[in-house]
C-alpha cells in the first residue's frame, strides 16, 4: 500500500513530511561537509542578514529552543565565526555579527539552501512559484501569533 495525500485534510502533516524531507537532507550534508549542527546554520544565515540581531530576535524568527540556539552562538563565537557587540539600547543584549571566517562560511553554507530550493520549487512554474513565495510569507508572518 503506498500512502497518499488526501486533499485539505491534516495539512499539518504534509507541510511537516515536507519540511523534514528538506531539512534532514540539507543540515546531514552541512554537517558532514562544515561541521555545523542545524542551529549553527541557522544562526549563521540569519547573521548573513547584516542587521546584528540577538540571540533573542534569532530565537522568535527561527522558532528553535532558545537554549539551542544560546549554545550555538557560544560555540560559534568560540570558533572565529561570529562577533558580540553590546546593544547600546540593552545592557543584558548583544548584538551578533559574523566575522570574515563567518561570511565566507556563509557563502559555502548557503549554495546547500539554493540547492534545496530548486527541489522545492522545481515542480512549479515561474507563476506559481511567485505565488508560492507570497503565500509562504503571508503564512509565516501569521504563524508568529501561534505560539
Known sequence: MTLKHRGRD????RLSVISNRYTYPLYAAIERDHGLLRDEA???VCLSFGDGPTAQDIVGYTARPKNTI???VRKLEA???IRRHDDSSDARASRLYLTDRGLALFQRIKAYY???DKKVIGALTA????????????I???SKTWV
Open 140 to 142: 509565516a508572518d501569521a
Open 70 to 72: 544560546s549554545r550555538a
Open 42 to 44: 541557522a544562526v549563521i
Open 79 to 81: 570558533r572565529g565565526v
Open 10 to 13: 491534516w495539512i499539518g502533516l
Open 127 to 138: 507563476s506559481e512559484q511567485r505565488e508560492f513565495d507570497r503565500l509562504l510569507v503571508k
Open 114 to 116: 539554493v540547492e534545496r
